[in-house]
């Protein structure tokens, strides 16, 4: 028998995949009929910085920590840290 995959969960013990998924959902019933656009970019702008901030307030502000916790490059980190006006 296989070893089961540990699945990851985010603080409410709820797959973060669910909760963006149940936004979204809620996002188009608030459109009530108007035309949606540009959902991809809407949606990586309203998630990057908040997942910036939180990463980097786990790692005490350490650029070189966050940017392994992301799975980034330190610079390209700098460049979205700069552009979100967080450093």
Same mark, same amino acid.
């Given at each position: 028998m296989a070893p089961k995959k540990k699945k990851k969960f985010n603080g409410e013990g709820k797959r973060l995949s669910v909760q963006v998924a149940k936004s979204m959902q809620k996002y188009f019933r608030e459109l009530d009929g108007e035309k949606a656009t540009n959902i991809y970019h809407m949606v990586l702008k309203e998630v990057e910085?908040?997942? !910036?901030e939180t990463v980097m307030k786990e790692c005490n502000g350490n =650029?070189? *920590?966050?940017? =392994?916790? *992301?799975?980034?490059?330190?610079?390209? !980190?700098?460049? +979205? *840290? +700069?552009?979100?006006?967080l450093i």
């Open positions: 910085q908040p997942l !910036l =650029q070189t *920590l966050a940017s =392994q916790v *992301l799975g980034l490059n330190r610079g390209t !980190l700098r460049t +979205k *840290l +700069k552009d979100y006006n």
